[in-house]
């Protein structure tokens, strides 16, 4: 029986995911073989906009967030050191002393996994910054020296993040949120 190359979601499976963009791949018969390393990265996106078909997402939006994907999937080859994402990374998930303002604990890690870094800086400027120029120098000032190109591959994770949330809520009949999700997608894909 033939072993193809098959990649699953980051959090979905047992396969340990790849060191650097936390994608799993698994060695199961059957599987579909990947073409290249940018497509093995790229699997997660893909996954999210076949969801994003099936809840009758946007046809043009999607077309749009592909062509990004495709011409920015390089950029998942700069993603070298992996690092223990908390890949929920929000100010609601990070106990801080009120009284001393240091961090105390983080909770809600279930789905943690080894990837870039800044796949969790993705996350929450997604999530909390909300294109809040001060908070994301903020974010930025606190979280370190950053690499070479950080801000087109933080973008490429956030495209990713925008479109998971957006196919959680649709998925869920939590409608509210999902124009101005849709705008953050396309702001980024028409980029």
Known sequence: METRLRTTRPTAGKDPPHPATGVRVSHRPGARPA????RVHAAPVRQELEEFDELQGDPVLREDITQYVEQHAG????????TLCHNDFHEGN??????TWQ???F???ENAIAADP???LAKTECYSIWSNADKLAGLVAGYGELPAGWRERSMLYRLYHSLEL???FKSIGTVDPL???????AAIARS
């Open 107 to 109: 909770i809600d890690v």
């Open 179 to 185: 124009d101005s999700i849709a705008g953050d997608l």
């Open 166 to 168: 957006w196919d959680w």
């Open 35 to 38: 073409a290249d390393e940018r």
């Open 118 to 120: 800044l796949m969790d």
């Open 103 to 105: 961090v105390n604990g």
């Open 94 to 99: 990070v106990l801080v002393d009120p009284t």
């Open 75 to 82: 950029l998942f080859a700069a993603a070298t050191t992996p």
